[in-house]
């Protein structure tokens, strides 16, 4: 079945490694995505992901224009454990290649352990198709699961893109010094924003998949 077509939202639950899970769901224009736990193995699509983002893309995600991180930030966003670190990445299901789309991350905080670093990224290609929606509706299910309650992120003023969605999870400014925005963003009032959120229809696989597997 194609979730763009016939009406239905297909959402795929599979148990992995405990309670990790895959979705099946599909973008706003019926591109189909699979969404998932990122792995080791992933490095190659996270290093072609890096370099299909524009160079606007890659200085607003890491605040450098750099086409390829070093070596220590791509192990870093690679060394995923599921509870002190978080990460989920979309991949295209309907392309031989299975490229990735977009990933988005959690990093516990070592001090405040109910609070995370959190970052989403897309290619330019698929950005306003609900992609950072989706991705971070997983993370938010994910964290909350983990027993994390809030998310921080830092945002330049010039990322209107991330300021929106910030806003739309009901993210507050914790500090503006300097030139970076700091958000906080409540785990469980943002998840009730997306619910209500009806312009992502993709989002419905996401809460169904969590709701499936609680």
């Known amino acids: 079945m194609n979730p763009a077509h016939g009406g239905g939202i297909f959402a795929k639950l599979l148990q992995e490694a405990g309670h990790a899970v895959i979705i099946d769901t599909h973008l706003n224009d019926g591109t189909p995505v699979c969404i998932r736990s990122v792995r080791r193995d992933d490095e190659a699509r996270l290093r072609a992901g890096i370099a299909r983002l524009s160079p606007q893309s890659r200085y607003l995600r890491f605040f450098s224009g750099m086409r390829e991180p070093p070596q220590g930030v791509i192990d870093a966003l690679l060394d995923v454990d599921g509870h002190d670190h978080i990460a989920w990445g979309a991949i295209r299901t309907d392309l031989v290649e299975k490229p990735a789309l977009g990933v988005v991350h959690a990093f516990r905080d ?105």
Request: glycine share 10%; hydrophobic share 40%; aromatic share 4%.
């Open 110 to 214: 070592n001090e405040r352990p109910s609070r995370a670093e959190f970052s989403v990224a897309v290619i330019d290609d698929y950005h306003g198709l609900g992609l950072a929606r989706l991705l971070t509706a997983t993370l938010l299910h994910d964290c909350r699961r983990e027993g994390l309650e809030t998310l921080a992120v830092s945002i330049l003023p010039e990322n209107a893109g991330a300021i929106r969605l910030t806003r739309l999870l009901g993210g507050h400014v914790t500090n503006r010094s300097g030139e970076v925005a700091e958000f906080d963003i409540a785990i469980d009032e943002a998840l009730e924003s997306l619910r209500r959120e009806g312009a992502t229809p993709g989002l419905a696989a996401v809460f169904e998949a969590f709701e499936r597997g609680d």
